[in-house]
C-alpha cells in the first residue's frame, strides 16, 4: 500500500484526489492546501491541513501547486524520507531541493476540476533522480493510468512545449472562432465535426499531409478578404503568422 500526500486544492489536485482515492493499493492520508475553504472538495480525506507543521510522512509527496510555486512549496519536505514529486510539464526536476528523494509526475493532459476526465487514458510521463524510485512511480503511475513513459526533463521541457502549441493555443484559436461566429448570429457549434475531424486526422495521419486551406493552397484573394473582415488588430497579426508559417513549411508545393 502506498500512502500518499497530496499538495494544491486546484485542477490537477481534484482529479488525482478522484483517481486515487478509490484505488486498491493506494491510500491518500492527508491533503494540504493554503485555502481552508478550497479543502471542501477532499472532505472524505481522512485529513487535510493548511499547515505545514501537520504534514504526516508518507510514502510520496504529490505537489501540484502552480509552476512558480513549486520551489518554495518543497521547502517544507526536506526533512522527509518519502519521495517528493512535482506534477509540472515545464519544471526540471531540479526544481525540487536537493536534500529530498525526488521525481516528477506529469499527466500529459489539458486539467480542469469542473470537468472529470479518464485518466487511465492519460500518458504519466515519470522521471526519478535514484533508479529504485522508479518503481515506486511506475507503481503509482500504472494503478491509474495504463500509459507510462519515462520522460527526462530535457525531453519533457518540449514535450511540454509542443502541447501548448496543440492544445493552448489551439483552444484560443476556438475562441477566435467562437467570437466570429457571434459576430454573425451562427452558434459555434456548427464547426463541432470540423474541430472533432481536425484532431483525428492529426493523430490518425502524418498532420503535414493533413494541412487545407487558403495559406496552402497559395489563395491570395480569400486571404486578403478574410484580413479585411478582421477588425481585431491582434487577430489580424495571428492570421497573418500562421498563414505565412503554413506557406513556408509548405513552400516547396507552392
Ligand atoms: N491543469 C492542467 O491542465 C495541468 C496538466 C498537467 C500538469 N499540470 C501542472 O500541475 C500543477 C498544478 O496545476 P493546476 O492546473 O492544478 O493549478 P491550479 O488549479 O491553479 O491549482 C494550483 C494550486 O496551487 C496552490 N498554490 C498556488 N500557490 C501556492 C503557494 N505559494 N503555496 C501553496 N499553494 C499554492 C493553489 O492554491 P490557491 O487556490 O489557494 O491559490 C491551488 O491549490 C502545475 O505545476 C501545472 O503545470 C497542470
Redesign the pocket.
Known amino acids: 500500500m502506498l500512502s500518499i500526500v497530496l ?9 488525482f484526489y478522484a483517481a486515487m482515492s478509490n484505488t486498491k493499493g493506494l491510500k491518500i492520508i492527508q491533503v ?4 481552508k475553504k ?1 479543502l471542501s472538495p477532499f472532505k472524505n480525506c481522512p485529513k487535510t491541513a493548511t499547515d505545514y507543521k501537520y504534514l504526516l510522512n508518507a510514502d510520496i509527496y504529490i ?8 520551489a ?2 518543497s521547502q517544507y519536505f526536506k526533512n522527509k524520507p518519502g519521495l517528493v514529486v ?6 526540471p526536476l531540479s526544481i525540487l531541493p536537493e536534500s529530498v528523494r525526488r521525481g516528477v509526475f ?8 469542473e470537468r472529470k476526465i479518464d485518466l487511465t487514458e492519460v500518458p504519466i510521463c515519470i522521471e526519478a533522480e535514484k533508479i529504485e524510485d522508479y518503481d515506486i512511480l511506475r507503481e503509482l503511475a500504472n494503478t491509474i493510468s495504463a500509459q507510462v513513459q519515462i520522460i527526462t526533463s530535457e525531453q519533457r521541457k518540449l514535450v ?1 512545449l509542443a ?1 501548448v502549441f496543440v ?1 493552448n493555443f489551439t483552444n484560443h484559436l476556438y475562441h477566435i472562432g467562437n467570437e466570429l461566429c457571434n459576430e454573425t448570429g451562427v452558434p459555434f457549434t456548427i464547426l463541432n465535426q470540423l474541430i472533432l475531424e481536425t484532431a483525428k486526422k492529426a493523430t490518425q495521419m502524418p498532420v503535414v499531409n493533413a494541412q487545407t486551406g487558403p495559406a496552402v493552397r497559395n489563395d491570395k484573394l480569400t486571404m486578403k478578404k478574410h484580413l479585411e473582415l478582421l477588425n481585431n488588430e491582434g487577430y489580424r497579426e495571428i492570421y497573418s503568422v500562421l498563414s505565412n508559417s503554413i506557406q513556408k513549411t509548405h513552400e516547396k508545393k507552392l
Open positions: 499538495i494544491g486544492t486546484g485542477n490537477v489536485a481534484q482529479q494540504i492546501g493554503r485555502n478550497k505537489i501540484a501547486v502552480n509552476d512558480d510555486s513549486i518554495t512549496v512535482h506534477t509540472s510539464g515545464s519544471m506529469y499527466p500529459l493532459q489539458t486539467i480542469s476540476k511540454h502541447a492544445n
